[in-house]
Nanobody, 123 residues
Framework: QVQLVESGGGLVQNGGSLRLSCVASGRTLVTYIMGWFRQAPGKEREFVAALTRSGSTTRYADSVQGRFTVSRDNAKNTVYLQKNSLKPEDTAVYYC????????????????WGQGTQVTVSS
């Protein structure tokens, strides 16, 4: 079992950058595939990015490809989401999640979830 806490959200202008962090406790992060999801008001939660236990392989949603970078530091039990060239449509609550499965973009494959951090991109 693992507990996840996101941080780093806030207000940023169009074209700006943010780095989100997700710190795990209760079990070492290396145990899990880690993913990021987001949910905008009135919309379903959607996949953003994920990476393998070693961090050697990543997967991104088409909407963030080339702008977002997911990484992990297993020694610090932390996963990151670097977000560049932010757009108003990136406004959402961002969640990190942990999976015991393979590298996946399916929400149902993630067992543990953080509470989310709000990111607002102004136009």
């Amino acid at each position: 079992q693992v507990q996840l806490v996101e941080s780093g959200g806030g207000l940023v202008q169009n074209g700006g950058s943010l780095r989100l962090s997700c710190v795990a406790s209760g079990r070492t992060l290396v145990t899990y595939i880690m993913g990021w999801f987001r949910q905008a008001p009135g919309k379903e939660r959607e996949f953003v990015a994920a990476l393998t236990r070693s961090g050697s392989t990543t997967r991104y949603a088409d909407s963030v490809q080339g702008r977002f970078t997911v990484s992990r530091d297993n020694a610090k039990n932390t996963v990151y989401l670097q977000k560049n060239s932010l757009k108003p449509e990136d406004t959402a609550v961002y969640y990190c999640a942990a999976s015991m499965s393979f590298l996946t973009s399916r929400e149902a494959d993630y067992t543990y979830w953080g509470q989310g951090t709000q990111v607002t991109v102004s136009s």
